[in-house]
């Protein structure tokens, strides 16, 4: 007898390995993520670090994705910004804006590495790339060229908040678990299933997920595979260093306690402009 597997139902989307952020990622983004992430509280806590910074409030993020933050932005008084370079992001975070009211923010369809043309004269107060952002560059070249740009984008006095996983831990943690991650997330009316893997090539840490969801149309698989550039603690200060930031201070999570290299998830580089 032929036994017919439950992914054999016609797929709403299939993923493309090519474009981690394509169309079926952009759609379940906020499903996945909004269960990691803290985005309203750590909007605050960033809010208070770019407190001094400016005399104007306006953000810009790099790598929006469905601008979860600018929204947190907007409903603090900040004027918002964001560019990514996945139209299916970008999308999704207009209609997210749009949704919390917000008609004032500019967003663009572009990859900042190799264009900004359309905010070179633009200045902000303050900038973000959260969430694994800066891991994107693909060599240590293009995230300094990343860093210049950006700095390059802000007032004198502005500020930037970019954040990095710990590898040092992560890769503790990972080297416990041989299987991978596994979990199921009930977000009515939907069940989310990922199975994520992730190992060490080189410098690189690449991440492997494979998601099913149900949704009441049937379900919806995703498969996709990072390559997430790892960064030392010395390279990312030397990064500041080399495009002209000042680290104002380093902390290790959103409660603002301090980096340390042995137990810090995160790295949050709090900097600003020499
Ligand atoms: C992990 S998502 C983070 C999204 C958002 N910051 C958040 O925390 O929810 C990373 C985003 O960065 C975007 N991205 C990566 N490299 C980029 C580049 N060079 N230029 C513009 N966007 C980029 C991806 O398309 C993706 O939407």
Request: glycine content about 4%; proline content about 3%; some cysteine.
């Amino acid at each position: 007898m032929k036994r017919t597997s439950r992914f054999n139902r016609p797929f709403l989307a299939k993923a493309d390995l090519s474009d981690p952020y394509g169309e079926s990622k952009a759609l379940f983004y906020d499903l996945k993520y909004a269960h990691f992430r803290a985005y309203a509280l750590e909007t605050k806590t960033l809010n208070r670090l770019f407190g001094d910074c400016c005399h104007e409030k306006s953000i810009l993020e790099i790598g929006c994705g469905t601008g979860s933050y600018l929204c947190e932005f907007h409903k603090l008084g900040w004027l918002v910004a964001g560019i990514d370079r996945s139209e299916h992001m970008v999308h999704c975070a207009e209609q997210k804006l749009q949704r919390c009211g917000c008609t004032t923010a500019e967003l663009f369809v572009m990859d900042f590495l190799s264009d900004n043309a359309r905010i070179q004269d633009k200045k902000y107060a303050a900038s973000i790339l959260l969430y694994y952002f800066l891991q994107h560059a693909p060599d240590y070249l293009a995230a300094a060229t990343l860093l210049t740009k950006l700095r390059q984008s802000l007032l004198p006095k502005g500020s930037v908040v970019f954040e990095v996983v710990n590898e040092e831990v992560y890769a503790k943690k990972r080297a416990s678990s041989r299987i991978g991650e596994v979990y199921e997330l009930q977000c009515e009316p939907y069940t989310v299933r990922c199975f994520a893997r992730s190992y060490y090539e080189n410098n690189f840490k690449v991440v492997v997920l494979y998601f099913t969801i149900e949704t009441p149309e049937g379900p919806l698989v995703h498969i996709d595979r990072h390559r997430l550039r790892v960064f030392s603690y010395h390279q990312l200060q030397n990064l500041c260093r080399e495009a002209g930031l000042q680290v104002v201070d380093v902390y290790g999570a959103y409660d603002l306690s301090p980096f340390d290299i042995q137990t810090s998830d995160l790295a949050i580089f709090h900097c600003r402009v020499k």
